[in-house]
T-cell receptor
Framework: EDQVTQSPEALRLQEGESSSLNCSYT??????LFWYRQDPGKGPEFLFT???AGEEKEKERLKATLTKKESFLHITAPKPEDSATYLC???????????FGTGTRLKVLA | EAEVAQSPRYKITEKSQAVAFWCDPI?????LYWYRQILGQGPELLVQ????????DSQLPKDRFSAERLKGVDSTLKIQPAELGDSAMYLC???????????????FGPGTRLTVL
């Protein structure tokens, strides 16, 4: 069964304290892995698409990496405005469906 | 920058009433998705359209939910009658290609927060 698991469920960081969020997946034939940021009461905002193991993408303080079993979202020197829920989704090869994780709620304290 | 539009942003209704949500995808996007998101969970697909055709409605509660995309552009999701358990965020997303195209990125609208009393 296709599955996506994100950890931790919640994370509190001090401003400037770098950390990583994890997205583990089990799918038959990965066609894409997507990271989104979601602020309370709003729709998910697209961050990155990763296609194959070894791929990396960066945007400001965020860097996403991909292996054959998991993806990491690294946050370098976070600021309070980085506080949000970060969602991971995978596009499964067998069904072409998109499966979302439950997200990591990040709080960055000033 | 092109965006997915949704309306209304908020809807409060009583159980057994009918509600409708509207979505206008990014221009040129062939595929449109309706998701339901319960607080603290990830979005769950309700229905997927490729142009005007439904390609996946396996998780749509068809006894009370209906969706249409008549001209292959904007779409309406309806609930009749609404139940207490329908309270959630309803999200619309669109993607350029669909059809299982590799890495076909979905872009989401702002969502409609539904509260059923």
């Amino acid at each position: 069964e296709d599955q996506v698991t994100q950890s931790p469920e919640a994370l509190r960081l001090q401003e400037g304290e770098s950390s990583s969020l994890n997205c583990s997946y089990t799918v038959s034939g990965l066609r894409g892995l997507f990271w989104y940021r979601q602020d309370p009461g709003k729709g998910p905002e697209f961050l990155f698409t990763l296609y194959s193991a070894g791929e990396e993408k960066e945007k400001e303080r965020l860097k996403a990496t991909l292996t054959k079993k998991e993806s990491f979202l690294h946050i370098t020197a976070p600021k309070p405005e980085d506080s949000a829920t970060y969602l991971c989704a995978v596009q499964a090869g067998g069904t072409y469906k998109y499966i979302f994780g439950t997200g990591t709620r990040l709080k960055v304290l000033a | 920058e092109a965006e997915v539009a949704q309306s209304p942003r908020y809807k409060i209704t009583e159980k057994s009433q009918a509600v409708a949500f509207w979505c206008d995808p990014i221009s040129g996007h062939a595929t449109l998705y309706w998701y339901r998101q319960i607080l603290g969970q990830g979005p769950e697909l309700l229905v997927q359209f490729q142009d005007e055709s439904v390609v996946d409605d396996s998780q749509l509660p068809k006894d009370r939910f209906s969706a249409e995309r008549l001209k292959g552009v904007d779409s309406t999701l309806k609930i009749q009658p609404a139940e207490l358990g329908d309270s959630a965020m309803y999200l619309c997303a669109s993607s350029l290609r669909g059809g299982g195209a590799q890495g076909d990125t979905q872009y989401f609208g702002p969502g409609t927060r539904l509260t059923v009393l």
